[in-house]
T-cell receptor
Framework: KAGVTQTPRYLIKTRGQQVTLSCSPI?????VSWYQQTPGQGLQFLFE???????NKGNFPGRFSGRQFSNSRSEMNVSTLELGDSALYLC????????????FGPGTRLTVT | QKEVEQNSGPLSVPEGAIASLNCTYS??????FFWYRQYSGKSPELIMS????GDQEDGRFTAQLNKASQYVSLLIRDSQPSDSATYLC???????????FGKGTRLHILP
């Protein structure tokens, strides 16, 4: 079974621009979660989607948004980029049920200059 | 506030010894607990899951859960230099739709 894939792997943007990141979950997994990881803050939860609906949201400003498509693929968007948005963005998928094992993609390294 | 507490390290362990990593969690009703390994510059990789009190073994790895003390640990036997990484402890709070991650413990295996 193929793992979680994320595109692009690396991205360099300037302040004020916007960016869209993509995530394809493991086949059969219907839930996708997004995280931001920085050296100082660790893994911070952004949001989770299941069946095209956002089920949960972390404490991030409205500049961070996401969506999920009918094939479970998900995108996240960050508008009006700030220097502090530089981070590793990770998506993880799991098959909702009693077991909540999440599997991570390789991540997108975003650098804002 | 649901959270996980882990010692950030670094924890230095000689090659061949047992590495012991610990964490405590805040939600008494939690049922699912996980250990992830993250190499520098890479994404977290799930290495152990544990759901009931006691020990769960997989090769050189043993996860231990004590729900009464809200304590989870990971033992790595016969530590290898390739075990050098950051280990993230995580749990799924009761009736929640997300996993709570600790900030991780950096482990160095000394050759």
């Amino acid at each position: 079974k193929a793992g979680v894939t994320q595109t692009p792997r690396y991205l360099i943007k300037t302040r004020g621009q916007q960016v869209t990141l993509s995530c394809s979950p493991i086949s059969g997994h219907r839930s996708v979660s997004w995280y931001q990881q920085t050296p100082g803050q660790g893994l911070q939860f952004l949001f989770e989607y299941f069946s095209e609906t956002q089920r949960n949201k972390g404490n991030f400003p409205g500049r961070f948004s996401g969506r999920q498509f009918s094939n479970s693929r998900s995108e996240m968007n960050v508008s009006t980029l700030e220097l502090g948005d530089s981070a590793l963005y990770l998506c993880a998928s799991h098959d909702p049920g009693q077991i909540y094992e999440q599997y991570f993609g390789p991540g997108t390294r975003l650098t804002v200059t | 506030q649901k959270e996980v507490e882990q010692n950030s390290g670094p924890l230095s362990v000689p090659e061949g010894a047992i590495a012991s990593l610990n964490c405590t969690y805040s939600d008494r009703g939690s049922q699912s607990f996980f250990w992830y390994r993250q190499y520098s510059g890479k994404s977290p990789e799930l290495i152990m899951s544990i759901y009931s009190n006691g020990d769960q073994e997989d090769g050189r790895f043993t996860a231990q859960l004590n729900k009464a003390s809200q304590y989870v640990s990971l033992l790595i036997r016969d530590s290898q230099p390739s075990d050098s990484a950051t280990y993230l402890c995580a749990f799924h709070p009761y009736r929640d739709d997300k996993i709570i991650f600790g900030k991780g413990t950096r482990l160095h295996i000394l050759p």
